[in-house]
């Protein structure tokens, strides 16, 4: 199950519109979401509780109360045999509900309106993500658009924070341009107590998004307006990618075989990509910058990692951001 999306009863915990996606799972609406159509169609509408931890005496067999310990379980699942542990947290651990997270972006995005392109589960439900569409799109060059995006994901397990992310997606080949851009333009409020209120507080950071995204659109039109020859396109290609410096020579010896793939498939992209033909595309910097995010998207393959968790959350979104920052600081140094 590459895709590690929840299955349950054999129906995936997932909604999306427009093109199947790779794993041909979800279920597809004919156009986006409103808030209500999304979390219903994703199968989220559940919530999550804390249940104190006990534990057995390995030697009287009695039950022992683990003190300031407690299980995130499903709460419709409670008492079943399937039900789920998604993770063990603290006593100020504060669960944020699905229904929350959708609230929390419908308040910033537009409360009512169908701006929800897709949304899930992965793993038994532990992780739940929520992509919306903002208006209007990055027009980097003639039909070559760039969709502006705002990626919720959120923990049950403990592990991670409340996570908001801007994500452009490339419309000719629905490439994830950037899963991340720096901490700076990442947003993450921890599950304590003061997470509503927190959430509340992100609103005002989330006024920058208009700001971002001008400063996305300048990037992007600097890349396709740099033209690459060979040397320069293997220069930047092996500086995303650099070699292994593991000190165990076995374990270097089997990286260095992957990076070089890496390459070599980004180097192929970079002339035969989806959208890299383009005219006023080909044989630029965003001609190469796309054939990295299009090999992390569709042609990578993750030893022991999930694809889809890889592209947005994993070591595909930090390939893309390396990309990405490597791109940008090659713009900038020609113009200095």
């Known amino acids: 199950m590459a895709h590690n999306i929840n299955i349950e009863n054999g129906e995936a915990s997932m909604f999306y519109c427009g093109k199947t996606p790779w794993h041909g799972l979800g279920t597809k609406l004919d156009g986006p979401a409103t808030y209500a159509e999304a979390i219903e169609a994703a199968k989220l509408d559940w919530n999550v509780v804390k249940l ?51 609230s929390f972006f419908d308040s910033i995005v537009g409360e009512g309106r169908a701006i929800y392109h897709t949304a899930g589960a992965l793993g038994k439900g532990e992780r739940i993500w929520i992509l919306a569409k903002l208006p209007e799109d990055i027009i980097v060059i003639g039909g070559d658009h760039v969709g502006k995006y705002l990626l ?17 997606i490339r419309v000719v080949c629905q490439n994830t341009l950037i899963a991340a851009l720096s901490e700076g333009k990442t947003i993450n ?13 992100s609103k005002e950071v989330l006024g920058i998004i208009g700001d971002v995204y001008s400063d996305i659109e300048v990037g992007f039109k600097k890349m396709v307006a740099y033209e690459l020859n ?14 292994s410096v593991n000190k165990n020579e076995t374990e270097r010896e089997a990286e260095n075989r992957v990076i070089m793939q890496q390459r070599k498939i980004s180097c192929r992209l970079f002339e035969t990509g989806r959208g890299n033909g383009m005219k006023g595309v080909r044989g630029t910097l965003w001609a190469a910058y796309n054939g990295i995010t299009e090999m992390v998207d569709y042609t990578r393959r993750v030893y022991g990692d999930r694809r889809l968790n890889s592209v947005w959350f994993g070591e595909g979104a930090r390939i893309k951001a390396r990309a990405y920052n490597i791109t940008l600081d090659t713009v900038d140094s020609k113009s200095k």
């Open 52 to 102: 104190p931890l006990i534990a057995v005496d390995p030697v009287s067999r009695s039950l022992v109360d683990v003190k300031k310990n407690f299980a995130v379980v499903p709460a419709d699942k409670i008492g079943k045999a399937e039900c789920p542990v998604f993770g063990i947290v603290g006593e100020n651990y504060t669960p944020v509900q699905n229904s929350e997270a959708f």
């Open 152 to 168: 919720l994901s959120n923990s049950h397990d403990g592990n991670n924070s409340v996570n908001i992310k801007f994500t452009p």
């Open 189 to 201: 409020v921890p599950h304590l107590k003061d997470v509503k209120a927190r959430l509340e507080k």
């Open 230 to 243: 060979q040397e320069k396109v293997q220069k930047y290609i092996e500086s995303v990618f650099p070699g």
